[in-house]
């Protein structure tokens, strides 16, 4: 193929290269001074790689990396990915459209779909890489790649003139958004700006196998150009190997920003409105528009266009995981931990060498008395040959004993770590929390860890999902019109806690569950809250049966009702009861009273009868009789009145008592007015 079958660059087009290259190269350079060391450095501190700029100390022997800052990193990684993931659902739309036709969209259908698409495109491991990113470097990054993907779906397919159908596959269309991790160091951006929305533009630049260049070519996507493999820079590996592989390599440099109108498109004179001199320094900058421009090899232009998406957004999110203010890179949890990594790496590397002198046989040797050409090496079970008393002449030594603080000093700069990074470990926690008899420190310490993950988890909620889901939902909308309709809808996150808030919460409900006891009527609600809060896999039937047992059922209230109705009548009927037997007891207490009074009366007219009647006849033997007869009566007066006051006692008891029926009888009367 000869040159001229190739498109050659116009003139716009070489300003525009030189517009984009100028501006990243700048960008390049503030970014390898300020960044590009330390992130090579976090790499390896989380990948346990040594290198000879790591050293602490010019004398340094040991190589080890210690893993305090790659556990720190793990545990903040897997919490944060079980709070957005963890509930199965990480996001919900709310209709935010006002139906007057009559045709009320169905968001719930559009949600399913939604995350139906996304399992297909792997969302989660996607995230995933960019989470973990976010911890090793301090700033998530993602480019949204919209693309065609072909499906074969089975299919059956009758066959013309027979009965018979034909199985097989068909080709079936679909749009795919993904979110492509990108690493920090692939990445250029504005630095007066503390967005990617607030920049002037953004780029990545990375290697890719030529063979995407000329699919691209192939399909016009790219220009057609005469492209061919190179390669310069390692910086832009996304690790760091011992030989990076160099061959069918294009560095590719892909811009999403601003660019003056007229390199993208032939404007005549009379359209531009000149606001400034030619020679000022502003003049590139009066009329620009958002655009994507991809160059390869740092000058050959593949794609200048304006920026197709409906809504003129860029396909590029970022995110800070631990927020650093008016700047666009965050911090990470490497940066927090690296000054307590390198001092636990210091000791124990001081350790080891130590253990090298003290551990390993040294032997002092008189170099006169040794055979000609001897190798002496210390080994079991060798033969050292002497001239000479060996006593004399070999002399096993080392330099004194290995110190242990330095381990100890060690484990200390590890709880250092733990505060610094806010993590969480089976052993650091219970060293560095004291636990008093009720736990409250245990739990003020699991408080403040579960507030630290909150504030990593709402950046990326602010500036990556919610914005991601936006952008997807646009890019579906002008795709693949016939399943998103263009809608107005509202976004809203639903992660929620982490595994550590989430055992944390879960004991909290399980000890209000046994304060309040199983006869509580808000039982459904708190095992609602433990089952809502659990991962199990049955979690959304047990909600439903659980929404079940709050509801009431018709029939068994129409039930309950009736039994409540049957209890009061019963009630009712011991009250009747009860009050027919305390008027009897009533009247007898009132008999026996008149009974009592009237007694002495019957006795005293008895005793004077008594009196009367019989009288002897003579005056002395009736005197003496009559005295006899008077005593008589007045020990039977003395007995009466004696049993008198036993009835009158026994009449006061019995009284006492139905004056305590009364008032049982008269709770009751009150009890059954307020039930009805």
Same mark, same amino acid.
């Given at each position: 193929m000869e040159q001229n079958d190739f498109d050659q660059p116009t003139e716009n087009d070489k300003e525009l290269v030189s517009f984009v290259v100028d501006h990243c190269d700048r960008w390049r350079t503030y970014r390898d001074i300020n960044f590009l060391p330390q992130w090579e450095e976090y790499e390896r501190i989380f990948r346990g790689q040594w290198a000879s700029e790591d050293k602490t100390r010019e004398s340094e022997r040991s190589r080890i990396v210690t893993p305090a800052t790659q556990q720190a990193v793990e545990t903040r990684h897997a919490e944060i990915m079980e709070a957005i993931f963890g509930s199965g659902e990480f996001f919900d739309i709310k209709d935010d459209i006002k139906d007057v036709d009559g045709n009320p969209l169905d968001i719930e259908d559009l949600k399913l779909q939604m995350m139906e698409d996304f399992k297909r495109d792997k969302l989660r491991k996607h995230v995933d890489q960019v989470v973990l990113l976010a911890e090793i470097y301090g700033t998530g990054i993602a480019e949204i790649v919209t693309s065609m993907e072909k499906e074969l779906v089975p299919s059956t397919m009758p066959m013309p003139g027979q009965a018979q159908a034909a199985i097989g596959t068909i080709e079936r269309q679909r749009v795919s958004v993904k979110p492509m991790p990108i690493n920090p160091k692939n990445f250029l951006w504005d630095p007066n700006g503390t967005t990617v929305d607030d920049c002037m533009g953004v780029a990545i630049e990375k290697y890719v196998s030529i063979h995407k260049i000329v699919r691209g070519i192939e399909r016009g996507i790219y220009r057609k150009v005469n492209i061919t493999p190179t390669y310069e820079d390692t910086d832009l590996e996304p690790t760091q190997e011992v030989s990076q592989y160099q061959d069918e390599k294009v560095l590719l440099l892909t811009y999403y920003g601003l660019v003056p109108r007229e390199y993208l498109n032939k404007v005549e004179d009379e359209d531009i409105v000149e606001l400034f001199p030619d020679e000022s320094a502003a003049e590139d900058y009066q009329d620009m528009v958002e655009a994507i421009i991809v160059i390869a090899n740092d000058g050959m232009l593949l794609k200048a266009e304006e920026s197709p998406y409906m809504m003129k957004d860029r396909p590029v999110l970022t995110y800070q995981a631990d927020t650093v203010p008016n700047r666009l890179p965050g911090r990470g949890t490497i940066e927090k931990a690296y000054n307590m990594q390198k001092s636990i790496d210091a000791q124990v590397r001081t350790h080891l060498d130590s253990l090298a002198l003290t551990a390993s046989p040294m032997m002092a040797v008189d170099a006169t008395r040794l055979p000609r050409g001897a190798k002496l090496t210390v080994q079991p079970g060798k033969a050292i040959y002497t001239n000479g008393n060996p006593n004399e002449i070999l002399y096993p030594f080392k330099f004194g004993q290995t110190d242990g603080s330095s381990i100890t000093t060690a484990e200390k700069f590890q709880q250092m770590l733990l505060q610094a990074t806010g993590t969480l470990d089976s052993n650091g926690m219970v060293s560095a929390v004291g636990r008093d008899a009720a736990g409250t420190g245990m739990s003020m310490a699991v408080a403040s860890i579960i507030k630290k993950y909150k504030r990593t988890l709402v950046n990326f909620q602010e500036d990556f999902l919610i914005p991601f889901i936006n952008k997807a939902a646009y890019r579906f909308m002008q795709f693949d019109p016939e399943r998103y309709p263009s809608v107005d809808m509202v976004f809203i996150p639903t992660a929620t806690l982490g595994i550590i808030a989430r055992e944390y919460e879960q004991a909290q409900f399980i000890s209000l569950l046994q304060t309040l006891g199983?006869?509580?009527?808000?039982?459904?609600?708190?095992?609602?809250?433990?089952?809502?809060?659990?991962?199990?896999?049955?979690?959304?039937?047990?909600?439903?049966?659980?929404?079940?047992?709050?509801?009431?059922?018709?029939?068994?209230?129409?039930?309950?009702?009736?039994?409540?109705?049957?209890?009061?009548?019963?009630?009712?009927?011991?009250?009747?009861?009860?009050?027919?037997?305390?008027?009897?007891?009533?009247?007898?207490?009132?008999?026996?009273? =008149?009974?009592? !009074?009237? &007694?002495?009366? $019957?006795? /005293?007219?008895?005793?004077?009868?008594?009196?009367?009647? +019989?009288?002897? @006849?003579?005056?002395?033997?009736?005197?003496?009789?009559?005295?006899?007869?008077?005593?008589?009566?007045?020990?039977?007066?003395?007995?009466?009145? =004696?049993?008198? !006051?036993? &009835?009158?006692? $026994?009449? /006061?008891?019995?009284?006492?008592?139905?004056?305590?029926? +009364?008032?049982? @009888?008269?709770?009751?009367?009150?009890?059954?007015?307020?039930?009805?």
């Open positions: 199983p006869d509580t009527p808000v039982l459904p609600i708190i095992l609602k809250g433990i089952v809502a809060n659990s991962s199990l896999s049955n979690r959304a039937e047990l909600m439903q049966r659980l929404d079940a047992m709050g509801q009431v059922d018709p029939a068994a209230q129409e039930k309950q009702m009736i039994q409540e109705q049957l209890a009061m009548q019963a009630a009712q009927a011991q009250i009747a009861v009860n009050t027919t037997q305390a008027e009897q007891n009533r009247a007898e207490a009132t008999k026996t009273i =008149i009974e009592t !009074k009237l &007694k002495p009366l $019957e006795v /005293q007219a008895k005793i004077q009868q008594g009196l009367t009647a +019989n009288l002897p @006849n003579q005056a002395d033997m009736a005197s003496r009789e009559f005295d006899k007869r008077v005593k008589v009566a007045e020990l039977m007066l003395k007995e009466a009145d =004696i049993k008198n !006051k036993s &009835k009158i006692v $026994e009449l /006061q008891m019995s009284k006492a008592k139905d004056n305590v029926v +009364n008032a049982e @009888n008269d709770f009751l009367d009150e009890l059954q007015k307020g039930m009805q």
